[in-house]
């Protein structure tokens, strides 16, 4: 029965008549498929194509090969770097490891500070540290970690305006399903955690004091929190849309149909898969027959997802790699860039292949009032606060504060705030 109700793989989007594309606003857009089929060169084509129709654009990579710096042609590290040709592009390649090693300090410091050495002995302590240092990254690593530590790192980015659109170029999709299974491993890890802290309470009370105790009670839970926020903002149609990348070849097309399927059960929604490396249609006989197979695999795809659109991209004649390449690629699948107003808020970019897009920050002048619109996904207005320092209006939110820079003074108790709907308007008097 299963079977027959995947047979056709659906999408929870709504589509207009006549249009492929959806019509709600995203910011951030994931290409996910097999590896090998050309996902970091549609993401980088894409990147770029939106940062020269004008959008602030940051591309990140989950890939420890660094693909992305040798298809950008541009060294990335794990914190935004600008791509010189590409003046509103920033890239970035994730570095699990590096994050996962920001752990070692604070396990050695809460081993330091617990009053252990009183207990136990400065010889005690000394070889309980040298275990500490001796640890590496990969030793604190538990099934999913990294995924979960990179997709922190893009929420992070989505939360934060200064950019508009965030393209993820994912680890192969067994990497990204493994991700998505991670909140229940998470759950059962943390909760076991947790009950043993409950059943050993005294001894660490005294061990380790009750201000410790509840940091580290803390810190779990928020790790558990943040990670399931992150599974959510994934599955958040108004946010996040999902491109699956795939080939004109049996295996590829077999695992893209798989990983929709899986996809599907975690409400990760596939709104468009990109064909890569299609056959140009030449007269010559082998690239005929070739054709003719991949016809196929096309027809059976269309088949498979016949509520969305299957867009193909013919097979160069050399390697992309470089910005120049990009860009063919790009007005390949999103056809010529046109420009947009400034002015506005969400936006439908594209011929070819559309994004409908929510911008992070429009800024409008009028005689009265400065005014900002700002697409905060997720927020709560219960945990937003506003407060005025040097001609800067500070929005707290989330545990975070984003800044205005007004340029010039204001009274913040006549700031206009009101946020509907992941929208804030904010108006400052002039």
């Not at 990670?227 to 990348?245: E, Q, W």
């Not at 969305?308 to 007005?331: A, F, K, M």
Request: aromatic content about 4%.
């Amino acid at each position: 029965m299963r079977d027959a109700h995947l047979s056709k793989i659906r999408t929870f989007r709504s589509f207009k008549e006549g249009d492929s594309s959806p019509s709600i606003m995203v910011r951030l857009l994931l290409f996910g498929g097999k590896g090998g089929v050309g996902k970091t060169t549609m993401a980088a084509a894409t990147a770029v194509w939106l940062a020269d129709s004008g959008l602030r654009t940051l591309l990140i990579s989950s890939d420890p090969a660094h693909s992305t710096s040798d298809s950008l042609e541009t060294k990335l590290g794990s914190e935004p770097t600008p791509v010189s040709e590409v003046p509103n592009l920033e890239g970035l390649e994730l570095d699990p490891e590096k994050s996962v090693e920001t752990l070692m300090p604070m396990l050695s410091g809460a081993i330091g500070s617990s009053g252990l050495g009183t207990l136990l002995g400065n010889d005690a302590i000394n070889e309980i540290n040298q275990e500490t240092n001796s640890l590496s990254a990969n030793d604190l690593m538990i099934p999913g970690m990294d995924e979960a530590l990179g997709f922190e790192t893009i929420l992070r980015h989505v939360e934060n305006p200064r950019h508009d659109v965030v393209v993820f170029d994912t680890a192969p999709t067994g990497h990204t399903l493994r991700f998505l299974g991670l909140p229940e491993i998470i759950d059962g890890w943390t909760d076991k955690i947790l009950r043993i802290m409950r059943l050993t309470g005294g001894i660490r009370m005294m061990l380790m004091g009750g201000s410790k105790e509840q940091e580290i009670r803390s810190e779990i839970e928020r790790f558990q929190r943040r990670v399931r926020h992150v599974r959510r903002i994934m599955a958040d149609d108004s946010v996040t849309t999902f491109s699956l990348v795939t080939i004109p070849e049996r295996m590829a097309v077999s695992e893209s149909i798989r990983a929709s399927m899986a996809l599907s059960e975690h409400h990760i929604l596939v709104d468009r898969v990109i064909v890569n490396r299609c056959t140009p249609n030449l007269d010559h006989p082998f690239l005929k027959s070739r054709r003719d197979i991949e016809q196929g695999y096309l027809d059976e795809l269309k088949d498979r997802f016949d509520d969305i659109g299957i867009h193909q991209i013919p097979l160069e004649s050399t390697d992309i790699h470089g910005i120049d390449h990009l860009r063919r690629v790009g007005s390949h699948m999103l056809g010529p860039i046109e420009p947009f107003n400034s002015g506005d808020l969400e936006l439908t970019v594209g011929d070819q292949m559309k994004y409908n897009i929510i911008r992070s920050e429009v800024r409008f002048e009028n005689d009265k009032n400065t005014e900002y619109r700002l697409h905060l996904p997720g927020a709560n207005k219960d945990e937003m606060s506003l407060r005025g320092e040097d001609g800067v209006l500070l929005i707290g939110l989330n545990n975070k504060e984003k800044k205005l820079n007004i340029g010039r003074e204001f009274d913040t108790n006549s700031v206009n705030a009101k946020l509907e709907d992941d929208i804030l308007t904010v108006q400052v008097p002039k």
